[in-house]
């Protein structure tokens, strides 16, 4: 596009644009950015205009935001021409779209349509244009904040709606608004909840994410949900829990789930606002999250990945966010570990679901809490019914209303909304040092739990605990004191030579360690016990009962490898030699146990190189 050295926008508008512009007669469509949150929303609706030759589809910031970062690169990566605020609010066109309040959007020269960039509107503000959150005085009842977006400081302009159109999800939202601004009532419009709509479409594709997400067959899937501020899950103030602790509760229950979740039965996700991401900035809140992430925490991408970790989940652990109410109206069970009612409107849902779902207590074990919300979940009826009165139609509400709005005939093709893509596969990194309770069952038959945490795991009586340590692992001083030493990658990459290679170097390097073992790939890794051959475990079909069998394929190789390691050298008086086991093994294969499945795995040499 071009711009002038000041950063206006001479292409497709401008004050010279009817010179340079190949196609200067379009509808011009400008989509009001306030911050990287507002933008997830807007990019939601922007399919609506796709195809469109008679629509130019244009771009702004406000600049209002305390949360900054981020909103540029995200523009930048649309495509579509970015205006400073200054030329956007002299640029006449024909339909603004924001999904916020901040700025100064009265000043815009054209219709304003805005949309709710959460579950409705919901959370008390101080004031418009502060850049804050809910302030001292954000208390229910006299001299509370406004709710952002129902109430007259928000709303209108000197005493007029600042929106010629303010999109609502629900009826009862309808109810709220005139209460709170009589005056604004006259604009409201029940389009329904495009991200909802999308979360809905994409629900037959649950196994698909789950499978993206690295979840295998017998795993539960928790994902961990935080909005922004100091009273949220990830916060570190405010009353965080249910039951009026103090804050930082997240960041003390990640080494506690590792301790408590044995690896191979549960996976772990977080989903942070964007706030959190841009606010601290994403090298930052991936350092803080650096040992749970080496552990298995998948760090979730705020804007193109949170919906499918949703649909993927077992069970959320949340706060009073828009994400942890979506799970809810999804039947997902919800946990919450956060719940501040005094930053909420009162009369809204979600105030309601929050009074009424399951808090998670922090003083008790943590395991039995999630088993239980899962096995015994009965969803609460609130979140599904009020997230949106019309799901499956905001498509075609939606593009009704910007047409109207700008006197223009929609198009001949049906509206429509993007899929959700299909992120990419990503497997749990495990380098942190794992703590491997094995027991031997039977003859080639081994029950294997691996945890992540620092301490060994309660249930080590009667059985032997070994340690598996990733050849990548920061604790580098316990590669020494490992009894299984592991790696990841690609058969033939050749930085390791091969399989064969590395497995006989580590052992050659590490004397203490009594097996190596190279993941090749989702289902198969390539093992060395000292003094023995190249083996090569594959994993057969599974077997068991759990309801998440056939998400994946089999258990993580890693867990046979240990399973492997523990038949070869857990012994008895009279019983087998190591020869006549690891003979048993490559015979007749062996049985992994990870919780309630069993996976048969194939022992087999390797073929020669």
Same mark, same amino acid.
């Given at each position: 596009m071009g711009q002038a050295?000041?950063?206006?926008?001479?292409?497709?508008? =401008?004050?010279? %644009?009817?010179?340079?512009? !190949?196609?200067?007669?379009?509808?011009?469509?400008? &989509?009001? +950015?306030?911050?990287?949150?507002?933008?997830?929303?807007?990019?939601?609706?922007?399919?609506?205009?796709?195809?469109?030759?008679?629509?130019?589809?244009?771009?702004?910031?406000? =600049?209002?935001? %305390?949360?900054?970062?981020? !909103?540029?690169?995200?523009?930048?990566?649309?495509? &579509?021409? +970015?205006?400073?605020?200054?030329?956007?609010v002299g640029t006449p066109v024909d339909l603004a779209v924001s999904a916020s309040f901040g700025g100064q959007l009265q000043a815009l020269a054209g219709k304003l349509t805005v949309l709710s960039h959460g579950v409705g509107y919901t959370k008390r503000l101080a004031a418009p244009d502060t850049g804050q959150g809910p302030g001292p005085d954000a208390k229910a009842g006299a001299g509370a904040a406004p709710v952002f977006g129902l109430a007259p400081q928000w709303l209108l302009s000197n005493g007029a709606p600042v929106a010629d159109a303010l999109v609502l999800s629900h009826p009862e939202q309808y109810e709220r608004l005139r209460l709170a601004c009589p005056e604004a009532a006259p604009t409201a419009v029940l389009a329904?909840?495009?991200?909802?709509?999308?979360?809905?479409?994409?629900?037959?594709?649950?196994?698909?994410?789950?499978?993206?997400?690295?979840?295998?067959?017998?795993?539960?899937?928790v994902v961990l949900n935080s909005t922004w501020n100091?009273?949220?899950?990830?916060?570190?103030?405010?009353?965080?829990?249910?039951?009026?602790?103090?804050?930082?509760?997240?960041?003390?229950?990640?080494?506690?789930?590792?301790?408590?979740?044995?690896?191979?039965?549960?996976?772990?996700a977080a989903v942070l606002h964007p706030n959190i991401w841009h606010g601290h900035g994403p090298g930052q809140i991936r350092a803080w999250l650096d040992r749970a992430r080496r552990g298995g925490l998948a760090l979730i991408d705020p804007l193109e990945g949170w919906r499918q970790a949703l649909l993927a989940a077992d069970a959320v652990v949340g706060d009073h966010g828009s994400v942890t109410y979506y799970a809810a109206a999804l039947g997902t069970p919800v946990l919450l570990g956060a719940a501040p009612l005094d930053c909420l409107d009162p009369d809204a849902p979600i105030s309601a679901f929050l009074r009424e779902a399951p808090s998670l207590r922090p003083e008790a074990p943590l395991r039995p809490q999630l088993d239980a919300l899962i096995e015994h979940h009965r969803p609460l009826p609130g979140p599904a019914e009020f997230t949106t009165s019309v799901p499956g139609e905001a498509a075609v509400r939606l593009r009704t209303l910007f047409y109207s709005l700008m006197g223009a005939a929609e198009p001949d093709w049906p509206a429509s909304l993007t899929p959700l893509p299909l992120p990419a596969h990503e497997s749990a990194a495990l380098t942190v040092p794992l703590r491997v309770l094995t027991r031997v069952l039977g003859p080639g038959e081994v029950a294997v739990s691996r945890w992540a945490g620092s301490r060994p795991p309660a249930e080590q009586a009667g059985g032997d605990l070994h340690i598996a340590v990733h050849e990548d692992t920061r604790e580098t001083g316990l590669l020494e004191l490992a009894d299984v030493i592991l790696r990841d990658g690609a058969p033939d990459d050749p930085r390791f030579g091969s399989p064969s290679h590395w497995t006989a170097e580590v052992l050659r390097r590490h004397p203490d360690c009594a097996l190596a073992a190279y993941v090749t790939g989702p289902s198969t890794c390539a093992v060395r016990v000292r003094g023995g051959e190249l083996l090569l475990l594959t994993a057969a079909a599974q077997t068991g009962t759990h309801s998440g069998a056939g998400a994946g394929s089999g258990a993580d190789p890693a867990a046979y490898a240990s399973a492997l390691h523990a038949w070869l050298t857990t012994g008895s008086p009279g019983a087998p030699s190591v020869a006549e086991r690891l003979a048993h093994a490559v015979s007749v294969g062996m049985t992994v146990r990870t919780g309630a499945l069993a996976h048969p795995v194939r022992v087999a040499p390797a073929p020669p190189e």
């Open positions: 050295g000041t950063g206006r926008v001479r292409v497709p508008v =401008g004050d010279d %644009a009817a010179r340079w512009a !190949t196609r200067g007669k379009c509808l011009r469509v400008l &989509v009001v +950015v306030h911050n990287v949150t507002s933008a997830t929303r807007l990019l939601d609706v922007l399919p609506l205009f796709d195809d469109d030759l008679r629509v130019q589809l244009l771009a702004t910031c406000t =600049g209002s935001s %305390a949360f900054a970062a981020g !909103t540029a690169e995200l523009l930048a990566d649309t495509g &579509v021409p +970015v205006l400073p605020w200054e030329q956007a329904g909840d495009p991200c909802f709509d999308r979360i809905l479409a994409a629900r037959p594709y649950r196994e698909r994410f789950r499978r993206a997400l690295g979840v295998r067959p017998g795993q539960r899937l100091p009273e949220s899950l990830f916060g570190d103030g405010g009353t965080a829990g249910p039951d009026g602790a103090g804050g930082d509760l997240l960041p003390s229950l990640l080494p506690r789930f590792a301790d408590e979740f044995p690896l191979d039965e549960y996976r772990f």
